[in-house]
Nanobody, 123 residues
Framework: LQLQASGGGLVQPGESLRLSCAASGLTLDRYAISWFRQAPGKEREGVSCITAIGGSPYYTESAKGRFTISRDIAKNTVYLQMNSLKPEDTAVYYC?????????????????WGNGTQVTVSS
């Protein structure tokens, strides 16, 4: 089972990036996927997640209104579209999978983690 995050890069404030989390060895209708980020010197924090059943999206305050999570079941990939990026969004972004199948998704007790992808927002 593997989660591969990609799509990070260096952008200027106000620009956009789309992160991808490609899953292998699991199917997205049986696992919720959450995005986290960790900035230098700070604790890891949840950003957004999408439920296994129904693909319902959830966002933390830092992501609301600017980020959109989605998934492509056929490609077994979850996306995080990030718009209006700010310098404070600079962090390593991780995706993680969770076997809980309830109506919500979570940012703790994840079952599997992917690699990180660096997002840097700077002028």
């Amino acid at each position: 089972l593997q989660l591969q995050a990609s799509g990070g890069g260096l952008v200027q404030p106000g620009e956009s990036l789309r992160l991808s989390c490609a899953a292998s060895g699991l199917t997205l209708d049986r696992y919720a996927i959450s995005w986290f980020r960790q900035a230098p010197g700070k604790e890891r924090e949840g950003v957004s997640c999408i439920t296994a059943i129904g693909g319902s999206p959830y966002y933390t305050e830092s992501a609301k209104g600017r980020f959109t999570i989605s998934r492509d079941i056929a490609k077994n990939t979850v996306y995080l579209q990030m718009n209006s990026l700010k310098p404070e969004d600079t962090a390593v972004y991780y995706c993680a999978a969770d076997q809980r199948l309830g109506p919500r998704c979570y940012y703790y007790n994840m079952d599997y983690w992917g690699n990180g992808t660096q997002v840097t927002v700077s002028s």
